[in-house]
């Protein structure tokens, strides 16, 4: 009888088990081919990276899958039905979806077909800006998804809140695009924070910065603050809401002071200070600090090289990097790591930049969800100009970014004709820092940079005392940087900013440096302060946590 009643437990598990199968019937495949670019040779990645977001936006677990990506990406961009058919039939691919973008001047158009087996199609197309390319893809991704695909709506009802986000700071204004609550009219924008000013702000200091570090320089596991001027290198700790002086040092030679940085160069748990600077002659003369019972030591001056530190791929450990002076030609060829000589820098190995890159104007943004990693090159006219690894150009931004105030003096006449005291010097800026993040611990890395707003300096060249800013953070969408969030409006020039807590309360800041703006008849009266905004990341997913993390100083 027992045998009896488990035979007949056995034979019912089989039929549930098949009857589970005939009910669940399996998934169908599709394949994203590679479209086709009509434009400029600048837009040819799209080829790649369009199938790449349309497949992810068209995975449906347990129902539509996507057939291999190494097989998808071999086929040629079919440009009839009858090579998309052929494409389909050697995938072996239940649907197949192909097109074309044209790209002219700032607009694109986009043209998406989808083929089943049974030769029934299904024309999608849409227009854009091209900054505006990502939100055209989802569109016709989704109309895909509910029309082809049949897939059920994911919105939930009409009515639903809008998901809450991690706003990290009341005074960082986030997802602009979507639903906000309004008080008066839908029109309005508001620019000031309900919560009030949420911000930490310094004591004024009696000079003009030109740049900031926070950072634990001596070890001892509490941050300091260091400011620069054009001639001088001051320390700080913060206590009870001030700046409390802690040391000075004066450039040699009255040398002038470009940008600063910090790094352990030799691992032994104290930080060293890089400063970047050029003498009288217009030539780099850098030099090398550090801090340690409580006052500024050497550790090289008068160095021939124009200095920074980057993060270098694909360790992202911060490297000391420098290019030789060429006047009046500015740089010489080559940026370069740099190696320590007995007491003197040398060249090591040549790091490998797109052309137009100089020691300052770049920055490394760590790939997310299997893309390479980026190059991020501020250009001449101070925009954001994004590289793959290889150095093939991908995008540049509309907007001006940097706005930085100290500069290089560039003779302007002929090489072997002499100096012209008459005519105006050019300047080239040394761009401000641009800092990889990735903050909210997600698969995307943002990248944090100053966009200075001023009217009057879209007309005067020379004018850089910009009277307002705003720190944006950007992050790659597959066509460009976007925007992802900012700071309020900010009341100042901004002179440098870093990420890190610069009062020593357990608590992750972005730390500005900003000068003041006393009016077009004031300049000398400008002075700094530190302005941070503490961050709430109890939000941040820590299991989560990328390798190239973003806390260490650059």
Not at 106 to 127: F, H, I, M, Q, T
Not at 453 to 465: G, H, K, P, V
């Given at each position: 009888?027992?045998?009896l009643?488990?035979?007949a437990?056995?034979?019912?598990?089989?039929?549930?088990?098949?009857?589970?199968?005939?009910?669940?019937?399996?998934?169908k495949?599709f394949?994203?081919?590679?479209?086709k670019?009509?434009?400029p040779a600048?837009y040819?990645?799209?080829?790649?990276?369009?199938?790449e977001?349309?497949?992810?936006?068209l995975y449906?677990?347990?129902?539509?899958?996507?057939?291999?990506?190494e097989?998808?990406?071999?086929?040629?961009?079919?440009?009839?039905?009858?090579?998309?058919?052929?494409?389909?039939?050697?995938?072996?691919a239940?649907?197949?979806?192909?097109?074309s973008?044209?790209?002219?001047?700032?607009?694109?158009?986009?043209?998406?077909?989808?083929?089943?087996?049974d030769?029934?199609?299904?024309?999608?197309?849409?227009?854009?800006?091209?900054?505006g390319?990502?939100?055209?893809?989802?569109?016709?991704?989704?109309?895909?998804?509910?029309e082809v695909?049949?897939?059920?709506?994911?919105?939930?009802?009409?009515?639903?809140?809008?998901?809450?986000?991690?706003?990290?700071?009341?005074?960082?204004v986030?997802?602009?695009?979507?639903?906000?609550?309004?008080?008066?009219?839908?029109?309005?924008?508001?620019?000031?924070?309900p919560?009030?000013?949420s911000?930490?702000?310094?004591?004024?200091?009696?000079?003009?910065?030109?740049?900031?570090?926070?950072?634990?320089l001596?070890?001892?596991?509490?941050n300091?603050?260091?400011?620069?001027?054009?001639?001088?290198?001051?320390?700080?700790?913060?206590?009870?809401g001030r700046?409390v002086?802690?040391?000075e040092?004066?450039?040699?030679?009255?040398?002038?002071?470009?940008?600063?940085?910090?790094?352990?160069?030799?691992?032994d748990?104290?930080?060293?200070?890089?400063?970047?600077?050029?003498?009288?002659?217009?030539?780099?003369?850098?030099?090398i600090?550090?801090?340690?019972?409580?006052?500024?030591t050497?550790?090289?001056?008068?160095?021939?090289?124009?200095?920074?530190?980057?993060?270098?791929?694909?360790?992202y450990?911060?490297?000391?990097?420098?290019?030789?002076?060429?006047?009046p030609?500015?740089?010489?060829?080559?940026?370069?790591?740099?190696?320590?000589?007995?007491?003197?820098?040398?060249?090591?190995?040549?790091?490998?930049?797109?052309e137009?890159?100089?020691?300052?104007?770049?920055?490394?943004?760590?790939?997310?969800?299997?893309?390479?990693?980026?190059?991020?090159?501020?250009?001449?006219?101070?925009?954001?100009?994004?590289?793959?690894?290889?150095?093939?150009?991908?995008?540049?931004?509309?907007?001006?970014?940097?706005?930085?105030?100290?500069?290089?003096?560039?003779?302007?006449?002929?090489?072997?004709?002499?100096?012209?005291?008459?005519?105006?010097?050019?300047?080239?800026?040394?761009?401000?820092?641009?800092?990889?993040?990735?903050?909210?611990?997600?698969?995307?890395?943002?990248?944090?940079?100053?966009?200075?707003?001023?009217?009057?300096?879209?007309?005067?060249?020379?004018?850089?005392?910009?009277?307002?800013g705003?720190?944006?953070?950007l992050?790659?969408?597959?066509?460009?940087?976007?925007?992802?969030w900012?700071?309020?409006?900010?009341?100042?020039?901004?002179?440098d900013f870093?990420?890190?807590?610069?009062?020593?309360?357990?608590?992750t800041?972005?730390?500005?440096?900003?000068n003041?703006?006393?009016?077009?008849?004031?300049?000398?009266?400008?002075?700094?302060?530190?302005?941070?905004?503490?961050?709430?990341?109890?939000?941040?997913?820590?299991n989560?946590?990328?390798?190239?993390?973003?806390?260490?100083?650059?």
């Amino acid at each position: 009888m027992q045998l009896l009643m488990r035979s007949a437990a056995l034979v019912l598990a089989l039929l549930l088990s098949a009857a589970t199968a005939m009910a669940a019937p399996a998934p169908k495949s599709f394949a994203v081919l590679p479209f086709k670019v009509n434009g400029p040779a600048g837009y040819k990645y799209l080829e790649r990276a369009i199938p790449e977001m349309l497949t992810s936006r068209l995975y449906w677990k347990d129902n539509f899958h996507p057939v291999s990506k190494e097989a998808s990406a071999k086929v040629t961009p079919p440009e009839t039905e009858t090579q998309a058919r052929a494409a389909q039939a050697s995938l072996g691919a239940d649907y197949a979806v192909w097109g074309s973008v044209t790209v002219v001047g700032e607009d694109c158009s986009l043209d998406v077909r989808v083929r089943d087996r049974d030769g029934k199609e299904w024309p999608k197309s849409a227009n854009a800006k091209v900054a505006g390319l990502i939100p055209a893809l989802k569109g016709v991704s989704d109309s895909i998804n509910a029309e082809v695909f049949k897939r059920p709506g994911e919105g939930g009802p009409a009515n639903a809140a809008p998901k809450a986000v991690n706003q990290m700071n009341p005074e960082l204004v986030h997802n602009e695009a979507q639903p906000q609550q309004v008080y008066l009219n839908p029109q309005f924008r508001y620019a000031g924070s309900p919560e009030g000013d949420s911000r930490i702000r310094s004591q004024a200091l009696n000079y003009s910065a030109v740049g900031m570090v926070v950072d634990d320089l001596d070890g001892d596991g509490k941050n300091e603050v260091l400011m620069l001027d054009d001639h001088a290198v001051y320390a700080y700790r913060w206590d009870n809401g001030r700046l409390v002086p802690m040391g000075e040092y004066r450039s040699p030679g009255m040398a002038e002071c470009l940008n600063i940085r910090t790094l352990d160069w030799n691992r032994d748990g104290l930080k060293e200070i890089v400063v970047s600077a050029y003498n009288s002659d217009g030539e780099p003369e850098s030099f090398i600090l550090n801090w340690k019972g409580g006052q500024f030591t050497e550790v090289m001056r008068r160095v021939r090289f124009y200095l920074n530190v980057e993060k270098l791929p694909p360790d992202y450990i911060p490297t000391l990097i420098g290019q030789r002076g060429d006047n009046p030609r500015l740089f010489k060829p080559g940026v370069y790591e740099m190696l320590k000589s007995g007491d003197q820098l040398v060249t090591g190995k040549r790091v490998d930049l797109p052309e137009g890159t100089n020691v300052f104007n770049f920055t490394y943004l760590p790939g997310s969800k299997g893309e390479g990693d980026k190059c991020v090159i501020l250009t001449e006219n101070e925009r954001l100009r994004v590289h793959t690894d290889r150095g093939a150009r991908l995008s540049e931004t509309d907007e001006n970014y940097s706005g930085s105030s100290k500069g290089i003096p560039e003779e302007p006449s002929m090489p072997g004709l002499g100096k012209d005291r008459v005519q105006l010097k050019n300047i080239y800026f040394v761009p401000l820092r641009m800092y990889a993040v990735n903050l909210d611990r997600d698969d995307n890395w943002e990248l944090l940079v100053n966009r200075p707003i001023s009217t009057a300096a879209q007309f005067f060249e020379r004018y850089r005392f910009f009277p307002q800013g705003e720190i944006h953070a950007l992050y790659w969408d597959g066509v460009g940087l976007n925007l992802q969030w900012k700071t309020r409006r900010i009341k100042g020039s901004v002179a440098d900013f870093t990420v890190g807590d610069f009062n020593n309360d357990g608590v992750t800041d972005i730390v500005l440096c900003v000068n003041t703006h006393p009016g077009a008849l004031g300049l000398e009266s400008r002075k700094t302060m530190l302005l941070a905004y503490p961050l709430d990341l109890s939000k941040a997913d820590p299991n989560t946590a990328p390798d190239k993390t973003e806390n260490e100083q650059q």
